[in-house]
């Protein structure tokens, strides 16, 4: 029963994948129809698994109220926003001013203060690493964004002494060249390890959505 | 105090007193902190629903249902996203999550294709075409360099640094014919030059992602400030 099961679901996956990543590079018509109608599909299923984690964030923070788990307030306020919101969106929909407004008055704020703490946090983590690993690499990492941002500051941009030249064109060199250079191998070795993964899921080697 | 106290004011009342909140983060983790974390929280999710429903449900599955009634069941488009949905829903029940597998497969199916298919024509081939293109002096993506001296010596650098950072990813051991003890020097000298490049990267990312938070910190001082000033400018 166990083995009948898990290859219906390995199958599925591997052909739905199979026929979804051969639109990307053939071009006939059957094949592209076919595709566009599994993403649409699989679209909706993943706006309907959204609210799947909506239930079960709002199953876990109810737990957590009704066994009066310590920080259980918070959960209380969790469920009490989520739901409010939720229902405003589906009611007047989440373009709605009222739905904006908490999205502009609420949302925004805390997203755009998480950003600023990073700011602290960031510097923080510069100093940490220049205090503890007195290494070539943290050198090298703290030189460059050292030299970034100083070459980036305005009177450098607008400067017209040699050494803030210098500064700025420095700043470019290593942003354009060198920092260019490291990055591209890194997207080619994310991209390289992404397409091994997939591939792995479309082989029915890796079966994340289980047996 | 103003005469009549608008929607918008008090909405910038509750945006400084949040800001404040997270802010405090910065002397500690503590209660006020959570309590702005777990309100956006709670925004944050219920938008999405919101979205979800009012942009994929809605539209594909409620609307047809009502316009064409239970007879609009018979086009495929709608009935199987139905099927699935509901299939999806036995994964809340340990007892009948194994039901759920087939949606999630379909799910995995099509995230994986997209994913490869994304990486190959998204990331692999416009991130090899930018490297090969760099050579040619008109073409090149960034300027290199104006005198033919400077391009060369950057592409060099270009190409150095890309192929070493890729080489420091390879962790797979060799076959035995290949890790002879020269090629294993090579490697491993490519492979201490591709962390210095990938140190370059990091670096200027950081830096990057410094001036960013900065500027953000910056905007919320002064969206506090300008808060101080019209509510010291209404008394």
């Known amino acids: 029963m166990k083995i009948g099961t898990y290859i219906i679901w390995a199958a599925a996956a591997v052909v739905v994948g199979i026929v979804v990543l051969l639109g990307y590079f053939i071009e006939q018509p059957l094949i592209l129809e076919t595709r566009a109608s599994l993403m649409h599909w699989a679209v909706i299923l ?21 066994t009066q788990t310590k920080g259980w307030g918070y959960s209380a306020l969790l469920i009490v926003f989520l739901l409010e919101t939720l229902v405003l969106g589906l009611i007047f929909g989440p373009d709605h001013n009222l739905v904006l407004l ?3 008055y ?23 690493l220049i205090l503890r690993r007195r290494d070539m690499l943290s050198m090298v990492f703290m030189g460059t964004a050292l030299v ?18 210098t500064l700025g064109e420095m700043r ?21 390890g992404a397409t091994t993964t997939g591939l792995r899921v479309l082989l029915g080697a890796d079966r994340p959505y289980g047996d | 105090m103003p005469e009549a106290i608008s929607l918008d004011f008090v909405g910038m009342i509750v945006s400084a007193l949040l800001t404040i909140m997270v802010l405090s983060y910065l002397i500690g983790d503590n209660p006020l902190f959570r309590v702005a974390t777990h309100i956006f929280v709670g925004v944050a999710a219920g938008y999405a629903g919101a979205v979800a429903w009012d942009s994929v449900i809605r539209p594909n599955i409620v609307s047809p249902i009502v316009t064409n009634g239970l007879g609009g069941l018979l086009d495929l488009d709608l009935l199987i996203p139905l099927i699935l949905i509901v299939m999806l829903l036995f994964k809340l029940s340990p007892v009948t999550a194994k039901l759920g597998s087939l949606p999630m497969a379909v799910l995995v199916g099509v995230g994986a294709a997209v994913v490869v298919g994304g990486a190959i024509t998204g990331t692999l081939i416009p991130q090899s075409r930018a490297a090969m293109l760099s050579f040619r002096m008109p073409e090149a993506p960034v300027d290199l360099g104006a005198s033919p001296l400077e391009h060369i010596l950057n592409v060099l650098i270009l190409v150095l640094g890309t192929v070493s950072s890729l080489v420091y990813f390879q962790f797979s051991s060799l076959p035995s014919k290949i890790s002879s003890e020269p090629a294993e020097r090579i490697l491993a000298i490519l492979r201490t030059t591709g962390r210095v490049f990938i140190a370059v990267a990091f670096g200027a990312r950081y830096a990057g992602a410094l001036m960013a938070a900065i500027i953000a910190l910056a905007e919320r001082f002064q969206f506090l400030g300008g808060i101080v000033t019209d509510l010291l400018g209404s008394f």
């Not at chain 1, 609420?106 to 940490?128: D, F, K, N, T, W």
């Open chain 1, 106 to 128: 609420l949302q925004l704020p805390v997203e755009i203060s998480l950003m600023a703490i990073l700011a602290v946090v960031l510097v923080v983590a510069g100093y940490r």
């Open chain 1, 148 to 165: 970034v941002l100083l070459g980036t500051l305005p009177w450098v941009v607008s400067g017209e002494g040699a050494i803030i030249r």
């Open chain 1, 102 to 104: 908490l999205f502009t």
């Open chain 1, 46 to 66: 993943a706006a309907a698994a959204v609210f799947m984690g909506l239930l079960n964030l709002l199953l876990v923070h109810w737990s957590k109220i009704s």
């Open chain 1, 172 to 192: 470019a060199w290593i942003t354009q060249v060198w920092a260019v250079a490291g990055a591209r191998g890194i997207l080619l070795g994310v991209a390289l």
